[in-house]
């Protein structure tokens, strides 16, 4: 048996037991089956990994989501179950043809310059470049996924399942194209996604503008705009505030509150828009606040979704002024082919010229950017594709109502609930190249629209060979969406992995996407196979900074927050630890350096108690006892271990992780390191053979079980530890299949654990009374023990106590009473005294004088605070200063009690 290495170097053998695990098969379902790990016919746990982009590198978000899942599966497969994690990646449509873009432009070129079809090889060639490195960093992180089932949403076999979805769903009717507003990037020359939308911080200006209102006096402009004449002759008008008056030339409306007294009496009437010189009307509205601006707002339809739906309610017109790159259109009169930024500012100086500005002020806002590059998007009419959600939502609902699928945390429901009662269409298709292309056909020859899994050639109404696919992609959303099941072969429905492992377990992901992924893939998986595509929803929080501040790229210390950063500072495991037990389901976390640095101490911490075991032990070291050996401290650590065992098994079951994995902390740490460890050492230390084998057995089993628990949470120390034990106190070849171990209620012990609940309380007080007296480390103490009923118990265990309590074996008396001692300090746990002569503490001379130093400068403190309180000071000073000042005297008052008392016990004969 090699001795271990006298601290853990992480990176001595994290690298070795993956390649070996996966060497090994452990990672494959199928192994695990063939080598009797795992029952044919017995449970399954199958969760697939939310595919980050293939353009990603890793960070903490996608960590925690990646450790989290681990953890998971390597608990059920410790458990005995037949466990598939299924990993892969994303195409990441937007986000990938940007970065392709970027590329090209170095070169000075642009997909257009390419075409398609080359363009499309390209990014392929990209893929293959860089596609690896997400993948390699998960490897980085431990995770035991069954790599050769790695999937792509490109893939053939997913493309395939992409393509019988959309045409299931165009077939039923749940699929259409029409007019919508969608979020518009300019500079991607797409719609994206809600979840693509940033919200950033903007301080811009709010301009009040008005518009001129027909009357019996005036009936429109008489004079061209910019002659600073147009609005000559108007006597009434209504103001309105904006903070986009480059869209004032696609106003079709004006909108007030119906109960608004200032504006009302206008509703019916109408106003003439400026520039265009079209009558609008005035309309009266409910979503209007009558607080904003001067509580009348113009009417856009086609560039704001409140407008939109304002404008849907009272058949507006859309007007789109823009085009796809948000330059102006001809619908803009002067300002066409201006930017809109461009526009903006001549719009306004012509407002100002004509009368029509009333005021500009500064003001505060949120503006979407664009995910990917930043832009500025703009809400907009354009023609996509959808799906119809509403039947869907409901079905998805009623999966959540009935508890064929969880939330956890249940609090989350509500949210769910929320977002499905009030969804709208699914804008899927995106104006981009690398994707999936949208598989609709249509025939130039006799206008005829249909959706095909595979590629026509003519056209099925006519036979017409002039037919063209639809230019547009679908949302990456969309083939995300299908991952439960298309990972594992539909639309097959017959194939192997989707006959065994569909539906999922689970599906462990952020909260911020419970609605953006976890609702569509219900939605999905209802729509085409009848069932949810899992049966429990996970969700964790978000990850945040020390002081509570979201990470982001542009922070200066972004650096230190990079999971490959931190795994080469600390450790993998101490970066699993930390975020998989600081954390609860739904809540953020803060990452503080300091809990990684606490981690890597406990895997510290745990490889140095393994090594003095180790020490201490051989590979003939028996891991049996008979029950009648077992003294105080071995009942008690193995009673605690088994506490410990049906603890973490209630928690684990329960899915609260993370207080799982502090209870084993806790334990290895606070009760078998710092309490059992020690107290051994007296018999393993000591002159019989015979005693020491007792405590071997006892060290080894309580290692070897700890490891188990820790291992999902700590997979590389406790792997590295478990192989290092000797081959007779462990079963099987690797930890990783190691059965999850079951509590022994046999060795639960509720009398030893209360009788060393005392012992190490009155340790602990004998420890605090020789800090107090500032006893040298190394100094023996005498003590008399008054311990009633429990002085045979103590007695027995005389030699552990004056180890761990330094007392001097000459001068330690254990009783069942005793006279209170003069001049002793006395410590109390539970019905146990023990009194420590101070004449074997301290010099009681210099003792009582440094005591009453101290009590007579308290003493004057305490006289000027009281005078304070006595005085005008509780009149004149605020109620909280006061109350400071009345604490404050409290606790003056009781440290010179205890002053008073410590004086007591070194006076001679009181």
């Keep these: 048996m090699s001795e271990l290495s006298k601290t853990y170097n992480p990176q001595e053998h994290e690298q070795q037991l993956y390649e070996w695990w996966e060497a090994q098969g452990y990672f494959k379902p199928e192994t695990l089956v063939e080598k009797g790990l795992a029952a044919p016919d017995g449970k399954r746990f199958c969760i697939t990994m939310p595919p980050p982009n293939v353009t990603g590198v890793l960070h903490l978000g996608q960590a925690m989501t990646a450790a989290i899942e681990d953890l998971m599966t390597r608990y059920y497969r410790m458990r005995g179950c037949e466990t598939l994690f299924l990993p892969g990646s994303d195409h990441a449509g937007i986000a990938t043809q940007n970065v392709v873009e970027r590329e090209l432009a170095k070169e000075g070129l642009t997909r257009h310059d390419l075409g398609r079809e080359a363009f499309v090889a390209r990014v392929w060639q990209w893929k293959e470049r860089t596609g690896a490195r997400i993948t390699d960093q998960h490897r980085r992180l431990g995770i035991s996924c069954d790599w050769e089932r790695e999937r792509f949403t490109l893939d053939a076999g997913l493309s395939r399942a992409v393509r019988r979805a959309f045409c299931t769903l165009y077939e039923r009717d749940l699929i259409y194209r029409g007019p919508y507003m969608v979020n518009w990037c300019p500079r991607c020359e797409s719609a994206i996604s809600d979840l693509e939308v940033i919200p950033h911080e903007h301080d811009s200006h709010l301009w009040t503008i008005r518009y001129p209102l027909i009357s019996a006096d005036w009936k429109g402009p008489q004079h061209p705009w910019g002659s600073g004449r147009w609005a000559e002759g108007a006597t009434q ?465 309580v290692l070897e079980r700890s490891l188990r628990l820790l291992h999902p949470f700590m997979p590389f120390v406790t792997e590295a530890l478990w192989q290092a034990l000797p081959a007779a106190s462990k079963p099987g070849e690797a930890l990783i299949v190691a059965p999850w171990p079951l509590q022994d209620a046999a060795l639960l012990d509720d009398e030893a654990e209360a009788q060393m609940a005392v012992l190490m309380e009155l340790v602990r007080g004998i420890r605090n009374a020789r800090a107090e007296y500032d006893v040298p480390a190394g100094k023996r103490v005498a003590a008399t023990l008054a311990a009633g009923a429990l002085a045979p118990v103590l007695a027995a265990r005389r030699e552990v106590l004056i180890q761990l309590a330094r007392l001097d074996p000459e001068a330690l008396t254990i009783v069942a009473e005793a006279e209170p001692l003069s001049q002793a300090a006395s410590v109390v746990a539970g019905e146990l005294v023990a009194y420590l002569p101070l004449a074997g503490l301290v010099d009681l001379v210099a003792e009582r004088a440094r005591l009453q130093k101290l009590l007579a400068n308290l003493d004057d403190r305490i006289a000027v605070s009281e005078g304070r309180l006595a005085g005008p000071f509780t009149e004149k000073a605020p109620a909280a200063v006061v109350e400071r000042e009345r604490a404050r005297l409290a606790e003056m008052q009781a440290e010179a009690a205890q002053l008073r008392e410590q004086l007591a016990r070194s006076a001679n004969g009181e």
């Design 237 to 701: 008008f209504i103001e309105m505030a904006t903070t986009r008056p480059e869209t004032i030339v696609g106003d079709s409306g004006v909108a007030v509150h119906p109960d608004d007294a200032r504006w009302h009496k206008l509703v019916g009437s109408e106003a003439v828009l400026p520039v265009i010189g079209r009558r609008i009307p005035i309309v009266g509205d409910d979503v209007v606040d009558p607080a904003f601006g001067t509580g009348a707002v113009k009417v856009t339809p086609a560039h704001d979704p409140t407008d939109y739906e304002i404008g849907m309610r009272h058949h507006l017109p859309q007007i789109d002024v823009m085009s796809d790159t948000a330059t102006m259109n001809a619908e803009a009169g002067p300002y066409a082919g201006l930017d809109r930024d461009a526009c903006r500012k001549a719009i306004v100086a012509d407002f100002e010229k004509e009368g029509l500005l009333v005021k500009i002020e500064a003001y505060h806002h949120t503006v979407g950017h664009c995910q990917r590059c930043d832009t500025v998007i703009e809400p907009r009419i354009s023609t996509q594709w959808f799906v119809r959600t509403k039947s869907l939502a409901e079905q998805a609902m009623e999966v959540v109502r009935s508890g064929e699928m969880r939330i956890i945390p249940e609090r989350f429901e509500k949210v769910y609930f929320h977002w499905m009662e009030n969804i709208r269409d699914w804008c899927i298709s995106r104006q981009l190249w690398w994707g999936h292309r949208i598989p609709v056909w249509y025939c130039d020859a006799c206008g005829y629209q249909w959706s095909a899994s595979e590629d026509p050639t003519t056209c099925p109404q006519c036979g017409n060979s002039a037919i063209r696919q639809d230019e547009d992609v679908l949302d990456t959303w969309f083939s995300s969406g299908l991952w439960p099941f298309s990972t594992l072969g539909w639309p097959d429905e017959e194939a192997p992995d989707l006959q065994r492992y569909f539906p999922n377990d689970m599906r462990e992901t952020g909260y911020d996407i419970l609605f953006f992924w976890v609702a569509r893939e219900t939605m999905l998986s209802l729509a085409l196979l009848g069932c949810a595509p899992y049966s429990t929803v996970y969700l964790h929080g978000l990850i945040r900074d020390e002081h509570g501040r979201k990470i982001s790229k542009s922070m200066p210390d972004a650096w230190k927050y990079d999971p490959l950063y931190i795994i080469e500072e600390y450790g993998t495991d101490a970066l699993r630890y930390t975020l998989t037990t600081s954390s609860t389901p739904g809540n953020d976390m803060n990452l503080d350096p300091r809990r990684l640095e606490g981690a890597r101490n406990f895997a510290n911490k745990l490889w140095q108690a393994a090594r003095f075991i180790l020490m201490n032990v051989d590979e003939t070291s028996a891991v049996s006892w008979d029950a009648e050996s077992l003294l105080l401290e071995d009942r008690w650590i193995l009673s605690r271990l088994h506490r410990l065992i049906g603890d973490v098994f209630a928690l684990m079951e329960a899915q609260q992780y993370g207080e799982a994995g502090r209870h084993v902390r806790d334990f290895l740490w606070d009760e078998f390191c710092d309490w059992y460890l020690e107290a051994v050492k007296v018999r393993l230390y000591g002159d019989v053979e015979a005693e020491k084998n007792v405590p071997r057995a006892v060290l080894l089993t």
